[in-house]
């Protein structure tokens, strides 16, 4: 059995949206999600625009504070609401650290790159002097396929792939264990993103890296992964192996987001059959009772708008949320 590096349970963020007392709104955007991450791996998550996937990824790291749940990392308990646990997270940083999605939001327009990924080492301590600052700043450059020149520069003078990579290397800068990789390819050309995808899997090689992977394009997160989460607003509907995932799926909503993986042979894409779900996703504000899918999922009836589906491991392995299995497969 591997060793797990993060865990969390029941994970709860909802976020204010207006309203006084009993009439006072949120936002649900992650409800009650479950799932483990082992040293070493890389675990994809998956869905739709604003299905919680980036809200799970920031809120595991308490850049957002959780409004419910636990969160555990390398067997220590970082946040538990009902037991009123809340650790400060400077000693964690240094383990774990975010690559976010924007390159150019996420980097400060003033500072040059050395200093950008000069900070967190200065924060942390990690250099005893300006010359072996100077040294693992060069280091993570050319880590990340950059050189020397480039520390002297400012982010306005970097494309975007080069951007990412500067945000990259800042998150390696404390030698960190975990990262979260907030869609650090959507916002590249799609010959940058292969260039940054491999890039992430030698560092995982060489640094012993684990990876919460977020993503929407599911070719990406099914090359790049060895676990895969699909999420529906706000709620986690199936996880499993990146192979059985994509090969034997088991909800619906993953059915469909399989089906819509463009195919190169002309001659299997006819064959196969896309899966068009109808209606719009319901708003996080006022979810639809139930199952969250019901109504979107050709196989929903009373019971789903009645009773949420327990997410169960369904095979060894395999967990998914829905009451109606046997009627998908």
């Given amino acids: 059995m591997s060793e797990r590096l993060v865990e969390v349970q029941h994970l709860q963020q909802y976020f204010p949206a207006g309203g006084w007392g009993k009439n006072k709104r949120y936002v649900q955007a992650v409800d009650d999600v479950n799932f483990f991450i082992n040293r070493g791996e890389t675990l994809g998550l998956v869905g739709e625009s604003g299905c919680g996937k980036t809200t ?3 809120t595991l790291l308490r850049l957002y504070e959780p409004t419910d749940g636990r969160i555990i990392y390398d067997g220590d308990v970082l946040f538990d609401k009902e037991k009123k646990i809340a650790v400060n997270m400077l000693p964690y940083r240094k383990k774990m650290q975010i ?3 924007d390159p150019y939001a996420s980097l400060d327009p003033r500072m040059t790159v050395g200093d950008i990924v000069g900070e967190p080492i200065d924060i942390h301590h990690l250099a ?13 450059l050319r880590r990340v396929g950059l050189n020397s020149e480039h520390a002297n520069r400012y982010p306005h003078e970097f494309s975007g792939g080069q ?10 800068a404390v030698d960190p264990e975990f990262i979260v990789c907030d869609e650090p ?5 799609v010959s940058i993103q292969a260039q940054v995808i491999n890039m992430f899997e030698d560092l995982q090689e060489s640094m012993g890296l684990t990876y919460l992977f977020i993503a929407h394009d599911l070719s ?9 989460g699909v999420m529906y607003l706000g709620k986690l509907v ?16 993953t059915k469909s987001l399989i089906s819509a993986i463009p195919i190169a042979d002309p001659v299997t894409a ?12 319901p708003s996080p504000l006022n979810p639809p009772s139930g199952c969250r899918f019901r109504t979107r999922c050709p196989y929903a009836d009373e019971r789903c708008a009645m009773e949420t589906p327990e997410f169960k491991e369904v095979e060894p392995g395999h967990y998914a949320a829905c009451h109606h299995l046997d009627r998908c497969n």
Avoid: C
Wanted: aromatic share 6%; glycine share 6%; net charge positive.
């Fill in 220 to 228: 990406v997160v099914k090359h790049i992964s060895n676990r895969i």
């Fill in 238 to 253: 199936e996880l499993a192996d990146s192979y059985e995932l994509t090969m034997h799926s088991l909800h619906p909503y």
């Fill in 99 to 101: 690559v976010f999605q």
């Fill in 270 to 281: 006819r064959k196969s059959k896309r899966i068009v779900l109808e209606g719009d996703v």
């Fill in 185 to 189: 390819i959507s916002a590249l050309d």
């Fill in 56 to 58: 799970t990824g920031r």
């Fill in 128 to 140: 005893s002097g300006s010359k072996e600052r100077y040294d693992r700043i060069i280091d993570l």
């Fill in 163 to 172: 951007r990412q990579r500067v945000g990259i290397a800042r998150a390696l």
